[in-house]
C-alpha cells in the first residue's frame, strides 16, 4: 500500500476513534472493529473514476462511524489499487482478504479486473461489489458473494441501440470494440436489436489494445460506409480512435460509453476531434434524496456515476451488517443484501434512517443515489437511468435522460 492509501487507512480509523469525543461512539470502539476493503482504479484506465469511487466509501464509512458504528463496532477502512489491471487488482484482493481480513470488498470498475477477482472473493466468502457490466461478473454459481450496481450488458445493450432507432439519419451501423470480456456479448444484443429494427450493421471489429495506430482498422470499417460508429472503448484506446476516425475523413456520428467519453477524452484528443461524439451510460438518480446527501459530502464527484454507485456500496454493505444484528462476515451481508435493498419495506435513503428501522425489527427497502438498488437472484440490478450526453464545443453535455 503507498503512503497515500496508509494515511487513508489510519484516517478512516480514526474518525471513527475520536469521533468529537461522543461518548457513546467512544464505547464502540472497545469492540472489535469491522475490516472493509476497497479496490477502486486509482490509476489506469479507470483512474478518472475510482479517486471519487474511495471518497464516497469513506464518507458513508466515516458517518456510520460518527453515529456509533454497526452495533458498537466501528469500521475500518483498507484500500488498495486495483490499477485498472486483472494482475494487480488480484494481488490486492488476496491482501485484503489474506492480511486485512476484510469480510467485504468494493468498487472495482473494469470487467476483465472484477472476473479475475471474483473466484477468490468466493473462494474467501468475501462479499464482493462492483460497478462492472459485462453478463460474466454474476453468471455461475458463485453463492451469492457477487453483486453489482451496474446494468448488466443486455440492459445496457437495449438501451443504446433503442437510441440509436430514434436517428432517423442512421441506416448503417458498425460496431469497433476494445477486446473486453464485455465486447462480444454486448456487440452481439446491441447489434441484434438494431437488425430487428430495421438497420444494417456494416463491419463488426474487435481490435487490441495499448496500439499506436489503429489506421488499418479504421479503413476497413470506413470501407463500409457506416452512418454510426458505435465505439466501445476506454479513455486511452478511444482517444487514438477518435484521432484516427478523424484524420481519415469520417463525417458520420461516433457513440461511446460515456466513462470513455469523458473530461480526459476531451482533452487528449481536442476538442475539434471530440466535437459532436455521443455518449451514454448510467446515470445517477439525480433527484433522489440519497444523491442530494452524496453529492454534498463528496461534492467534487457529483458528476461521476461511479462514485454514486460506491457511495450505495458502503451504504448497504453497513445496512445488511446492521439485518445481522453485528455479526460481520460476507456470508451474512450477502444473506441480508435483499433485506436491506429490495421491496417490500419502508423507503430509506440513508444509513441512518435505515439502521434506525432495522434496529426496531422493520423491513427496509435502500434507495439510492445511483437508483433504485432492487436486486435479482444472480445479483443483478434490475433498473437504472441513462443519461445521453454530447461534445460541444469541448465540453460534455447532457442531452437527455432514458428510463428503460
Known amino acids: 500500500m503507498s503512503d497515500v492509501t496508509r ?38 484506465a479507470g483512474g478518472s473514476y475510482g479517486p471519487d469511487m474511495q471518497k464516497a466509501i469513506v464518507a458513508v464509512a466515516e458517518r456510520i462511524n460518527k453515529a456509533g458504528g454497526i452495533y ?35 468498487s472495482t470498475w473494469a470487467s476483465a479486473v472484477t472476473l479475475a477477482v471474483k473466484p477468490v472473493a468466493v ?5 464482493y461489489l462492483s460497478v462492472s457490466g459485462a453478463d460474466a461478473v454474476t453468471e455461475g454459481n458463485h453463492g451469492g458473494y457477487v453483486a453489482r450496481t451496474q446494468p448488466n450488458t443486455r440492459l445496457q445493450a437495449q438501451v443504446y441501440a433503442k437510441w440509436v432507432l430514434t436517428r432517423k439519419e442512421v441506416k448503417r451501423v458498425a460496431y469497433m470494440a476494445l477486446q473486453t470480456p464485455y465486447a462480444a456479448p454486448f456487440g452481439e444484443m446491441f447489434s441484434g436489436v438494431l437488425k430487428t429494427g430495421g438497420l444494417t450493421i456494416s463491419d463488426t471489429l474487435i481490435y487490441e489494445d495499448k496500439k499506436p495506430s489503429y489506421r488499418s482498422e479504421v479503413t476497413r470499417v470506413l470501407a463500409t460506409n457506416p452512418d454510426l460508429i458505435m465505439l466501445s472503448c476506454y479513455t486511452p484506446d478511444g482517444t487514438v ?56 459530502a ?48 419502508t423507503v430509506v435513503t440513508s444509513w441512518e434512517e435505515g439502521a434506525k428501522l432495522l434496529r426496531e425489527g422493520k423491513k427496509i427497502n435502500y434507495e439510492g443515489a445511483s437508483g433504485s438498488c432492487d436486486f435479482d437472484a444472480q445479483g443483478d440490478i434490475l433498473s437504472r437511468p441513462f443519461g445521453a450526453y454530447q461534445v460541444r464545443k469541448g465540453k460534455i453535455e447532457q442531452v437527455s435522460i432514458i428510463n428503460p
Open 7 to 44: 494515511r487513508q487507512v489510519l484516517a478512516t480509523a480514526a474518525t471513527g476513534a475520536l469521533a468529537l469525543g461522543r461518548p457513546a461512539v467512544l464505547r464502540a470502539q472497545s469492540k472489535e472493529p469491522i475490516h472493509i476493503g476497497t479496490l477502486c482504479p486509482l490509476t489506469g
Open 72 to 106: 458498537g463496532r466501528p469500521l475500518v477502512l483498507f484500500h488498495e489499487d486495483d490499477q485498472t489491471n486483472p494482475e494487480a487488482a488480484v494481488r490486492a484482493a488476496r491482501k485484503l482478504i489474506d492480511v486485512n481480513k476484510v469480510v467485504s470488498m468494493c
Open 123 to 127: 473462494e474467501g466468502k468475501v462479499f
Open 241 to 296: 480512435m477518435a484521432k484516427e476516425l478523424y484524420r481519415a475523413g469520417y463525417k458520420g456520428a461516433v457513440l461511446g460509453p460515456a466513462f470513455a467519453v469523458n473530461a480526459k477524452f476531451v482533452e487528449g484528443a481536442g476538442a475539434e476531434v471530440a466535437e459532436g461524439i455521443w455518449a451514454i451510460d448510467p446515470a445517477p438518480s439525480f433527484d433522489a434524496p440519497a444523491y442530494k446527501q452524496f453529492a454534498a
Open 298 to 345: 463528496v461534492p467534487q464527484a457529483d458528476k461521476n456515476p461511479y462514485a454514486a454507485q460506491s457511495w450505495d456500496h458502503m451504504t448497504l454493505i453497513g445496512l445488511a451488517l446492521v439485518a445481522g444484528k453485528g455479526e460481520a462476515s460476507g456470508t451474512v451481508i450477502k444473506d441480508n443484501l435483499r433485506t436491506v435493498s429490495n421491496p417490500p419495506g
